[in-house]
């Protein structure tokens, strides 16, 4: 009774509401879905009808994604993206380049006259300091002319949300932010501009530490239930649970209202920057590190690559959730959660929960040869092997016109066999489930890269995804936003194939 009530608690937590939930930020790679609202086809005042507020004249309402036990309203145009994680091993680490064949560059393809992607590069997360002032102006100017000159599009920013309400409620300091948004468009780029609701520090390629706003932590210290918290009793301050979304625990307001707040705060500062069209588009964070999953492998509670993680239900709220979802449903001993999940380091065939023949429900790209897909079942996905997960995400979303998008367009499954193969993951599997899933709904699809990708065999695997070569209906992705500038990206050797992948992408000529 115990798995079925694990499944009953995650198929009422999988369905997206249009609320709230942390941010992401450090780019971690890891599998799960983020919510932007586009501002382009008068978009820009995307409705609060989730939170039942009117957006008022221009002013944008600001409504959030997250996986949650409630499903809502959508707001106009939105992209959600879904991110697989691989380990730090992998390939495509730092300035390291696969070695390519004489074949494989003849074969090489031919973007020219193709689809035109936009591209988006993303800044370092330190692009403020934790002071919340703009770091090395005259460099990032320098940065942002050269990657004007090689045709990028445009940034993304995290705007913090530990940055800019940190030191009370409701105080919001934009001034920071401000200042990089004028650098940005002096450039004469874009932005993609990420509501960033969760800490940056202790993920994979965290190089800044910016916690939750002190006032957030402080009120943890005597209720940590407004942590997403595991078995052991561990809380995990990187975001709020989605238990108290509703609940008014944060000096008088719910986390929804927080949200909603902050973001109403964001759009009224930033108005002129919207109207000149400068800031193209907004993302909004949907659990940890900014993904639409729970924290169900943190590192920092000893997980490791190709652990299954750990469920993260076990705050009070999410717990009263569950039980009262069970008497509704007349089972109340489905309200007790599985003790036969194994720890954070387990593998499948190691637990009794799920081993081959159990329940079987989701998969990241690790695990995802086996029937029950376990560590997405630990981090909230459906999606074993007889039942396509994505398809009822991407389905969900065409009702309310959004985009996926999607990372890890870049990862070969050949690379995670030879240096995993105990992990049964498959990468590419899982692209081409979720390209297939987003486009048999008719829905556009973004993406990024889910690590560092310096070399054209990289480059190449994104283009084989961004314009599949025998896709009958010449289907493309939408965007793409490279994961980041760096000075390991300004390197000539680096730069040079970089302004190589951007015309293909573009589908013009390569000089």
Partial sequence: MAMAAFQLQLQLHHPIKLVSVCERGSKMAQSSLRLSIRTDHNTVSAVAAAAGVGAGGSGWSGVLLQAAPRTR?????????????????????????MAQSDEELQLERDFEGTAYIPIYVMLPLGVLDEQNRLADVDRLRDDLRTLKKIDVDGVMVDCWWGLVEGNAPQHYDWSGYRQLFEVVREASLKLQVVMSFHQCGGNVGDDVNIPLPRWVLEIGESNPDIFFTDQHGSCNPECLSWGVDKFRVLKGRTALEVYFDYMRSFRQEFDEFFVDGTITEIEVGL??????????????????????????????????????????RGHPIWAKPPDNAGSYKSMPQDTGFFRDGAAKLSGIHWWYKTASH???????????????????????????????????????TVSHEEKFPEALADPEGLVWQVLNAAWDADISIASENALPCYDRSGFNKILENAKPQKDPDGRHLSAFTYLRLNPTLMEAQNLHEFARFVQRLHGTKVE
């Fill in 73 to 97: 309203s959508a707001a106009a145009a939105a992209a959600i993206s879904l991110d697989s994680h691989v380990e730090t091993s992998t390939a495509h680490q730092g300035s390291e380049r």
């Fill in 374 to 412: 376990a560590a997405e079942l630990a981090a909230g996905f459906y999606n074993p092997c007889n039942r396509d997960g994505y398809a009822a995400i991407a389905a969900m979303l065409a009702k309310h016109k959004t985009t996926l998008n999607f990372t890890c367009v870049e990862l070969r």
């Fill in 287 to 328: 659990g940890a590190c900014g993904e639409l999953r729970y924290p169900s492998y943190p590192e920092l509670q000893g997980w490791k690559y190709p652990g299954i993680g750990e469920f993260q239900c076990y705050d009070k709220y999410l717990l009263n959730e569950l039980r009262s979802a069970a008497e509704a």
